[in-house]
């Protein structure tokens, strides 16, 4: 039976349902000062609702921000799958507002609900600030993200990362935990996100602390990841192996002896890159999929999976989920339509990779890409991968896992009714 979730972040405060105006809205933002409760408001009064929409949005996910980064950039870019990243880097340049929300509700800031409903007022944002609106944001919809910005975010005076979450994360640095410890369990019996979570800790310390900690990092680690390593994805289990390659080249002799015999005992040595081609390769891939999400998709993405595609023909193995999900969001769009001019690129690349490299996209990839999970919830997105797999004769393996056979095939027939409960319970599973 699965353990009780080690943290989990809080849903927002109680609002009275009856709530219709602005005025009364506002004032649960005990966040915003008195004027600035004002400037809102006047906003609405104003008749310029994409103002006060933009200014309560820009205010929330600042505070969020604020609360990550009290976790330290190395740690984000950890998270984030970013070596680019370091405690140098400043966060608005690390962090759009969609990877804002990815991350505060991994580390218990925000809940599920929460979560989603944030992440639905950011594609609000995004389509109606963008080149590509065609009509302005109205009273309804610019009500909706205020509403959500306070009752998630705005309407706490202080929000902070879990409480769960910040203790267990001391504990994995300050002792060795016996693999029979309570906290440990739970974590082992945990979805992915969780572990995920876990990983990055231990692996950020790993590369960045001396003495005690990165001993009990090790030791941790070493206790872990037998007992996880078939539930871990692959981008998990290549981040493993390039921390291995990053100890090796700062030659810290202690760290390197403690992954090494981690990896041993798991038999993760395939997953230790041979060189920094595939790191290139990641970023772009993630440099994509942060314009995707950001303002202006439409108009930016041309550029940036042209950048991607002229890296080279050849993915390097760490890096083909990464790529897979980047070009994949490009084809599949959003709730507003695609990028022209960018889907052709994203198509040619993808019709690039390899039957056997598919196989095992759909093997070990899918049922952990949340982000390609949530797009294929939408009808028109699903109706892009059918066709996507149809024209290039991807639509016939028939020996996937008994639980993922189901997903591809009714992707394959563009059955969107079903691909949607199918990815909704992959997403459950993943959190």
């Known amino acids: 039976m699965k353990s009780k979730q080690l943290w989990q972040g809080a849903d927002g405060i109680d609002l009275p349902p009856a709530i219709k105006e602005p005025a009364e809205i506002i004032t649960f933002a005990t966040y915003l000062s008195p004027i600035q409760q004002r400037n809102i408001v006047n906003a609405f009064n104003g008749g310029a609702y994409d103002m006060a929409a933009e200014y309560a949005w820009k205010k929330a996910i600042v505070k969020l921000k604020d609360t990550i980064g009290t976790l330290g950039m190395t740690f984000i870019g950890e998270m984030l799958n970013r070596p680019d990243i370091d405690e ?50 109205d009273y309804v919809e610019a009500f909706d993200i205020v509403k959500t910005s306070v009752k998630y975010i705005l309407g706490e005076q202080d929000i902070s990362i879990a409480l769960e979450f910040s203790k267990f994360r001391d504990r994995l640095l300050t002792e060795t935990m016996p693999l029979h410890d309570k906290q440990l369990d739970q974590v082992i019996n945990s979805p992915v996100f969780y572990l995920r979570t876990v990983i990055t800790i231990l692996i950020t310390a790993i590369k960045t602390e001396i003495g005690a900690k990165l001993e009990n990092a090790l030791g941790n ?4 990841l037998p007992q996880i390593w078939d539930k871990l994805s692959e981008n998990d289990r290549w981040n493993i192996g390039s921390t291995y390659r990053d100890v090796t080249a700062s030659g810290n002799s202690i760290a390197i002896s403690g992954v090494k015999t981690a990896l041993s005992k798991v038999g993760g040595f395939d997953y230790v890159p041979e060189n920094l081609r595939s790191n290139t390769f990641i970023k772009a891939a993630k440099q994509l999929i942060d314009v995707h999400f950001a303002f202006n998709n439409f108009h930016n993405e041309p550029m940036a999976v042209k950048k991607l595609a002229t890296l080279g023909r050849t993915i390097p193995a760490p890096a083909l989920m990464d790529c897979i999900q ?12 695609r990028s022209n001019a960018a889907v052709p690129t994203a198509e040619n690349e993808l019709a690039k990779i390899t039957e056997e490299r598919w196989l095992k996209y759909f093997e070990k990839g899918i049922t ?21 797999l149809t024209k290039y004769q991807l639509d016939e393996f028939s020996d996937l896992p008994n639980k993922i056979q189901p997903l591809y095939n009714a ?21």
């Open 88 to 137: 140098y880097s400043a966060i608005d340049s690390v962090l759009t507002d969609y990877s804002t929300i990815q991350l505060a509700e991994q580390l218990g800031v925000i809940g599920k609900t929460a979560a989603l409903k944030l992440r639905q007022a950011n594609e609000l944002i995004t389509h109606y600030f963008s080149k590509d609106a065609t009509e302005d944001l």
């Open 221 to 224: 680690l070493n206790t872990m």
């Open 326 to 337: 980047a070009y994949l969001v490009v084809l599949l769009g959003n709730h507003y339509g």
């Open 368 to 388: 952990n890409d949340d982000i390609i999970l949530e797009k294929l919830k939408h009808h028109d997105m699903v109706g892009y991968f059918s066709d996507f």
């Open 411 to 431: 992707i394959v027939n563009n059955s969107a009714s079903t691909v949607r409960r199918l990815s909704e319970g992959f997403i459950n599973q993943i959190k």
